[in-house]
């Protein structure tokens, strides 16, 4: 897995994002570690993360999605082109459609972990499939169509 996720690479106005920018502190600061077949990501929800008691709000986990989803397609194409991760000229995805589905209460307490992986790559769209588990059972799945902006 490589020590830097791609979202590291991501600088000014594409280092804000709520999801994933290194520079928002108010931010969930998604982290995407691609190893060349699939993205992975740990996130620990917090207090303030929660829906119901002990149920982690369906939102966050939406979002924890997109962004992961996303750093995945700009992983992605940066190895299809054959280029090294945040080498010029940029490539940045933007979401198009984001589909969750909610399998079982995710519980509050345990590290959550995405993987990622490319269902599609054509043109400016990828699409990109991701399972979000805690203590190894999945609790939420998502596919996510990316198009790629730049
Ligand atoms: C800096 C770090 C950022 C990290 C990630 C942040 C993630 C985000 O939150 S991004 C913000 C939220 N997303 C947005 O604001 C995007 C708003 N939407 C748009 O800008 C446009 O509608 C956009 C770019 C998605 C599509 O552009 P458009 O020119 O209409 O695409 P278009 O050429 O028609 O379609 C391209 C392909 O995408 C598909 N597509 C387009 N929209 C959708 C959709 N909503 N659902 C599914 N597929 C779609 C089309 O079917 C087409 O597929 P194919 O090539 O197979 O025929």
Redesign the pocket.
Known sequence: MPLTAIQDY?TGD?AI?Y???SDNAHGLQVRTYWDGQYGTFHFSPQDYHTAFPGVVYGGLIASLF??HC?GTAVAAAYEKEGRPPGSDPLI?Y????LNVNYLRPTPMGSELMLKSHIIEQ????TVVACTLSADDTPCANATV?G?R?T
Not at 94 to 97: L, M, P, R
């Open positions: 991501f594409h994002c999801g994933c920018g997109d962004c996303i940045m933007v979401t198009a459609n054509k043109g400016k769209k169509v198009i902006a």
